[in-house]
């Protein structure tokens, strides 16, 4: 098992240079006493990581990136808000679909591969957004209960 927080936290670490260079004010609402999750450090990062550098980059002028944690009905749940430019509705369930992008020269795997791991974790992950407003993508992991 292991801490979200911790994942979260170091991944916005790793990541305040550039972040701070584009604009950008993060903000972390972590709540202090989750429960524990069956996770891979390393790869929880990496699909994390795909996340919110979509959201860096729907921020050109800058904005604000929110990450929030919370405990919620047996789950963890980790919330990555932008003010970015939104993704149209006709393109919410495209996103996790591979090759596909928006992004000129993207490759469209980074939330492909981000739902994949979200999927090994027995975790979901699904998006709101809103043109011109932002898009939150919400990541829902299972709280870890040890077999007493």
């Known amino acids: 098992e292991g801490s979200v927080n911790e ?3 170091d991944l916005l670490a790793f990541l305040k240079e550039d972040v701070s ?3 950008i004010m993060v903000e972390e609402e972590l ?3 989750l429960p524990p999750v069956q996770l891979d450090a390393r790869q929880l990062r990496q699909a994390l990581l ?3 550098k979509n959201s860096i980059e729907a921020m050109p002028e800058g904005g604000k990136l929110t990450v929030t944690t919370a405990a919620k009905d047996g789950w963890v749940e980790i919330r990555i808000a932008d003010t970015g430019r939104g ?3 006709e393109n919410h369930d ?3 679909t591979p090759f596909f992008s928006t992004k000129h020269g993207g490759t469209g795997l980074g939330l ?3 739902s994949h791991i979200i999927e090994e974790h027995r ?3 699904n998006l709101e957004s809103f043109i011109d407003l932002g898009t939150i993508f919400t990541v829902r992991l299972p709280v870890w209960r040890s077999k007493t």
């Open 112 to 114: 492909p591969i981000t």
């Open 31 to 33: 709540e202090a006493l």
């Open 50 to 52: 795909n996340i919110v």
């Open 87 to 89: 993704i149209p509705e």
């Open 94 to 96: 495209l996103v996790f």
């Open 123 to 125: 975790g979901s992950i």
């Open 7 to 9: 994942v979260v936290s």
């Open 21 to 23: 260079g584009r604009g």
